[in-house]
């Protein structure tokens, strides 16, 4: 066992080497691809498209049998086919039963769509801040806050990431608001520009264009310009070649500086995009990535801008991304690409500044139109309306077809195929999907292979361990449920407390026998300040054979005392017996209680069994029955769900004698709509008790609310000074 100076220093690595991967490490992918299709042989391939009508709505019903697959003009037929809706419960599953999954099923088999979505969207937002100006990215930030605030589901999981990778930390996945508003709040000017502030200005569009394109107009006409600039002008009579050729180098030594960063820029940006395609790998479904750009040059020439491009749609293909490309400059002019701005004679009567504006402005675009198109996405352009962009990107990729065919020739196999999806008898629709195709390798191949990752050096168990607690996305090989809140008692102060669970059917513990398994625990809180505080465990479980009858998850607890700050709570488990692992992670924003605000502590959930009928329903007055609590917060509809909290730092009276007047409001929420609301309650005014941190506790019965996901949403309400704080919690009824 190691010493705990020794498991610290390894938490402290960790908390590092996690804040260092929120920039995400550049992948960069192996081999040539072709520009249509990616050249992976197999003998099922599969590709994904949209069908909309002329008012751009989704085409429903739509069967196999009605589309049309050509391969470089000759029809295929469709081998399978489901109809699918993006985060609903069942989208995971219908995607292993397709080409490569369990249960494969012919296109004549094809089932009805789920009619209840529940999973949740996964939606990214990657902010371009290496080519954001100012003012866009402020348009931006205020259009984040509003969608995470009024637009984002119930159940959608959020990330705001950056090309800077200023965001550090928080760039993570989550449904928590209070981390994707710190989020928002850290995204900072970081536009590259070059650091010239004379009147001669030259963009990264024009650089290219001289450096690369050798445009002799473009640079006659910022030779002139500087000549203009610093007055270099040649005595009456004299030769003003030296001048001209003065102004030259000054003119090719700035646009060659400025193209050479501009592609190290480029080419960080579409590294950092792929990475984190790559990184969704293991979340199942379709994933919408917006990307938020003001534009930016590519070029084949010198530059390896357009074959990383290629690759970003391939990747997509790959990991089932959709990518929707926003130009935040909207219909508003960018000051930083008006050339204007020399103040010298219009290309000397030329117009070839006029010209190369609108090429610019075309220029920059381009890379977003290759993009969304490759990706199966659309380019939004000249729209000023974040919100109306967002929406559609959402609506338009909510539901989706996904087609498998066989190859027939070795072209097909090898990916030199292009690939083209009609309705038949049907132009007025029209089919969007993406350049690229994704076919997974055969069943065989990949099982060679995983055999033979298995032949390598094999990790200890302790690294096995910091793996899944270190990993993107939780790990469920061992199912582990979390639940973390804050309380702040009058031994310790500021308190997290954490409550694990491991259902116990999922352990190898044996029944009849005096038998044991053992599980290993790590856990932390981290903070993105390099606070870590951390925690090691090892439970030792006998068997239990009325446990287990009865299906009584195995639940233990942790404390752990920390500063105010924004969290996230990580905890992992490794079976010895077996060597499962498993992870959960959980975001905790734990507020500065002691500097004397109203607040609320965390939501704490339990379960307690429905009251027989001569019983009467608890309630906040009477004295609470013990109650264990529960970690997963999933409760059968037969079940009564207690929730406590305590109201912390209660306003006194104006004498500072009078009990505090404080009335606590709960209600269930299913999306945004309340459909159940417990009746307001005041707290008992005993002024002998600790009046500041006052608890409160509460039933429901959840038998008049259909199985779902629900939030429960407490306000307390100071009647004093009017104050409130508020508290909710997610919860699942079975």
Known sequence: MQSPKSFVLRVLLFAALLLSAAHVAPVRAQGEQDDEVLRIKTELVQTDLMVFDKQGRFVEGLGPEQFELTLDGKPRPVSFFERIVAGSNTEAAQLAAMPGGAAAKSAGQSKAPPSSPGAGRVIFFFLDDLHLNESS????????????????????????????????????????????????????????????????????????????????????????????????????????????????????????????????????????????????????????????????????????????????????????????????????????????????????????????????????????????????????????????????????????????????????????????????????????????????????????????????????????????????YPRRTLPVALSAGYLNTAEQGLALKVSMQVERGALDVATGEAQKSEVDVIGAAIDDRGVVVSFKQVLTLAADPSAQNEREPVVWHQQLKLPPGLYQVRVAVRERASGRTGSAQQWVDVPDVPAGRFQLSSLFFGERKAARPDEKFATAVAGPRPVMVDVDRRFPRSSVLRFQTYVYNAPRGGDGGAAPDVEIQARVLSGDRPVMTVAPTRLPADTTKDLTRLPYWSEIALDKLPPGKYVLQVTALDRKTRGSASQQCSFVIE
Request: net charge positive; no cysteine; aromatic share 6%.
């Open 137 to 472: 990215l402020a348009r931006a930030r205020q259009a984040l806050a509003e969608f995470v605030e009024t637009e984002m589901g119930q159940d959608d999981r959020v990330a705001i990431v950056s090309a800077s990778g200023q965001v550090g930390f928080l760039q993570q996945l989550t449904d928590y608001k209070p981390m994707l508003r710190e989020a928002i709040s850290r995204l900072k000017n970081k536009r590259v520009s070059e650091a010239y502030s004379g009147r001669t200005q030259i963009t990264e569009y024009q650089a290219n264009q001289v450096t690369e394109h050798n445009n002799r107009a473009l640079m006659n006409y910022l030779i002139v310009s500087v000549m203009n600039e610093f007055q270099l002008v040649a005595p009456k009579g004299g030769d003003s070649r030296g001048l001209g050729m003065i102004a030259a180098n000054v003119v090719r030594n700035r646009t060659r500086q400025i193209d050479a960063e501009s592609k190290m820029t480029t080419a960080n940006l579409l590294e950092v995009l792929e990475s984190l395609m790559l990184s969704s790998t293991q979340l199942p479904g379709r994933k919408l990535v917006f990307f938020i750009s003001d534009g930016f040059v590519v070029d084949e020439r010198g530059s390896g801008s357009m074959t990383l491009l290629k690759r970003v749609t391939e990747m997509a293909a790959r990991t089932n991304v959709v990518v929707y490309t926003m130009d935040a400059r909207g219909t508003f002019n960018d000051p930083a690409v008006d050339a204007g701005r020399n103040d010298f004679p219009e290309g000397m009567g030329t117009g070839a500044t006029a010209r190369n504006l609108t090429m610019e402005a075309s220029a920059m675009q381009t890379p977003l139109h290759i993009l969304a198109e490759g990706t199966g996405g659309r380019a939004i352009l000249n729209s000023n309306s974040f919100r109306d962009a967002f929406r559609q990107g959402v609506n338009e990729t909510s539901n989706y077809y996904l087609l498998a065919w066989r190859p027939e020739t070795e072209e097909q196999r090898a990916g030199r195929a292009r690939i083209k999806v009609s309705v038949k008898g049907r132009p007025d629709l029209r089919v969007r999907l993406r350049r690229s195709y994704y076919a997974p390798p055969p069943a065989e191949k990949a099982g060679e292979k995983s055999a033979g990752a298995a032949k390598g050096k094999a990790l200890t168990p302790e690294a096995e361990l910091l793996a899944a607690l270190g990993g993107a």
